[in-house]
C-alpha cells in the first residue's frame, strides 16, 4: 500500500467528473487500499478517487474512532434522499477550510462492492453527509459550491491568505 497525494484546490483536476468501474480487478483493489490509507493518514473521513487523479467513480469512508469501519462504494447513486441538514464540513482537497453546507438529511444510495456486487446503503446525519460530499467529488463538483458567492470568495481568500503565511 501507499500513500497518495492529494489535489488541492484550485487545482482544475478536481473538476474532472469520474467514469464508471467497468473492470473489478486487482488494480481496483490495490487504488482502494491505497484510498483508505491515504484518508486514514491525512486523517480525513471520507475521499473521492478524483482527489487523488484518478478519474473513476470510487470512494471511501470511515466515521469511526476506531478507523475500523471502511465503507468502500464503486459506483454509488442515490436513489433516494429527504430531509435537510446543516453540518460544518471540512475537505482534505481544502486544507484548513470550514464551512457550514446544506444538504440531504437521509440518503439511499445504490452502489457496488469491490467485488462489482451490487448492495444497496442507507444513511442519516453526518455519514449522509459525508457520502453526499464525496459523491459531489464524482461529478467534479466541490463543498464551496454549495455556498453563496460572497461566502465562497470569503472563504477562499482567507485560506490563500493562511497559505501564503505559512509558505
Ligand atoms: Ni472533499
Redesign the pocket.
Known amino acids: 500500500m501507499a500513500k497518495l497525494d492529494i489535489l488541492e484546490f484550485p487545482d482544475p483536476r478536481l473538476r474532472t467528473k469520474a467514469e464508471p468501474v467497468t473492470v473489478f480487478d486487482g488494480a481496483l483493489r490495490h487504488l482502494v487500499a491505497d484510498m483508505l490509507e491515504t484518508m486514514y493518514a491525512a486523517p480525513g473521513v471520507?475521499l473521492?478517487a478524483t482527489?487523488v487523479n484518478v478519474h473513476r467513480q470510487v470512494l471511501v469512508a470511515d466515521m469511526s474512532d476506531e478507523h475500523d469501519q471502511p465503507l468502500v462504494l464503486v459506483n454509488p447513486c442515490i436513489l433516494e434522499s429527504d430531509g435537510t441538514q446543516v453540518f460544518q464540513e471540512g475537505?482534505?482537497?481544502f486544507p484548513g477550510l470550514f464551512a457550514d453546507v446544506e444538504r440531504a438529511m437521509r440518503v439511499k444510495v445504490s452502489a457496488q462492492d469491490i467485488d462489482g456486487k451490487p448492495f444497496e446503503v442507507e444513511a442519516e446525519g453526518p455519514l449522509a453527509v459525508c457520502m453526499q460530499?464525496?459523491m459531489d467529488?464524482l461529478i467534479g463538483k466541490l463543498?464551496v459550491d454549495h455556498l453563496s458567492t460572497l461566502k465562497r470568495t470569503m472563504l477562499l481568500k482567507r485560506m490563500e491568505k493562511k497559505r501564503r503565511q505559512s509558505a
Open positions: 471520507g473521492a482527489q475537505c482534505l482537497s460530499h464525496e467529488h463543498f
